[in-house]
C-alpha cells in the first residue's frame, strides 16, 4: 500500500472520532508506526495531503505541528517534512551550567559516549591563553561523541590545566562529576554560539549530510576564585537543538 492510499479519508475519517486534525496525525503516526513510512522518508507536502483527505491546509499543518513537538517529524527549511530517525530534540538552557549527562538524565534520555582522544599535551597557543597557563606546563583534553539514546548529538573537546585534571583516563562518563568529586567543578561560564555549516568529517561523526546546519559553541568555565578550569570546544547538530535563555528587564 502507497501512502497515497493510506491517506484516503474513505477508510479512516469518521464524525465521531474527534477533531479531523488529530485524526489525521493518528493517521501519519499510524503510517509511520507500520513501518509504510521509514525513518528519514520525507512526507507528501501539506498541499498534497490535504488534497488526498479533502482537508484544509490549517488543519494539516495543524497535525503536523503535533507530530513535530513529539519529535515524530522534522522539518527542514526549503526541504519539507521528514519522518524522525528517532534522534531526540532537546531544549538547552542557556542559563544553568550542568553536564551533558545531567541534562540526559533530566529529561528520562540514555546518554553515552564514544571517546575520539583524550591524554595530556603540550598546550596550543589558544589553550595556552585560554587557560591562562605558564610555560611547560601540560593541558589535560578529552574529545568526546556525546551520544542520546545511542543518536550522535555533539561533539566535545575540552582543555583543562593537567593540575586540575591529571589523568584524564579517570573520566568515564561526566567529566563535572570527576571535577566535583576533587572540589574542581565550575560554577559560572562564558559561552559564544556560532552558526556554522557542518565539514564531512564533523558530519560523518554526527550522522548527517556535510553541509547541513550546525551550531559551534565555545565555553571557558571557572572556578569560585575565578581561575579557568575549562575551555571547550563543542559542534552541535542543529536537528537537535534549541538554545533558550530567560531575558529580563534590568
Known amino acids: 500500500m502507497t501512502i497515497e492510499e493510506f ?3 474513505e477508510s479512516w475519517m ?3 472520532s474527534g477533531p479531523r486534525y488529530v485524526q489525521l496525525r ?3 503516526e499510524e503510517s509511520i508506526e ?3 513510512m521509514a525513518a528519514n522518508e520525507p ?3 501539506e498541499r498534497e495531503i490535504a488534497a488526498l483527505t479533502g482537508l484544509s491546509r490549517v488543519t494539516v499543518r495543524r497535525a503536523m505541528q503535533d507530530l513535530v513537538d513529539k519529535g515524530i517529524i522534522v522539518q527542514k527549511q526549503g526541504s519539507g ?3 524522525s530517525d528517532g534522534t531526540p530534540k532537546v531544549e538547552q538552557s542557556l542559563s544553568r551550567l550542568t553536564s551533558f549527562t545531567e541534562d540526559m538524565t533530566r529529561r528520562g534520555l540514555s546518554s553515552r559516549i564514544e571517546w575520539l582522544g583524550r591524554g595530556l599535551f603540550a598546550p596550543t597557543p589558544d589553550e595556552a591563553i585560554a587557560l591562562a597557563l605558564s610555560s611547560g606546563e601540560q593541558v589535560a583534553r578529552l574529545a568526546r561523541l556525546r551520544m542520546a539514546n545511542d543518536k550522535p548529538m555533539a561533539i566535545e573537546r575540552a582543555s583543562l590545566p593537567s593540575d586540575i585534571l591529571p589523568d584524564p583516563d579517570i573520566v568515564t562518563t561526566s567529566l563535572y ?3 566535583e568529586r576533587a572540589g574542581n567543578r565550575p560554577e559560572r561560564a562564558i559561552q559564544k554560539i556560532s552558526a556554522i555549516n557542518l565539514d564531512r568529517a564533523d ?4 550522522g548527517v549530510e556535510p553541509g547541513v546546519a550546525g551550531l559551534r559553541i565555545e565555553r571557558t568555565s571557572y572556578l569560585a576564585n575565578r581561575r579557568v578550569v575549562e575551555f571547550t570546544r563543542s559542534i552541535y547538530r542543529g536537528d537537535a537543538y534549541d538554545f533558550v535563555a530567560e531575558l529580563r528587564l534590568s
Open 26 to 28: 493518528r493517521r501519519l
Open 14 to 16: 469518521g464524525s465521531g
Open 7 to 9: 491517506l484516503n479519508p
Open 81 to 83: 517534512s521528514f519522518v
Open 34 to 36: 507500520s513501518g509504510l
Open 177 to 179: 562529576e570527576v571535577l
Open 43 to 45: 512526507l507528501p507536502a
Open 203 to 206: 558530519a560523518d561523526l554526527l
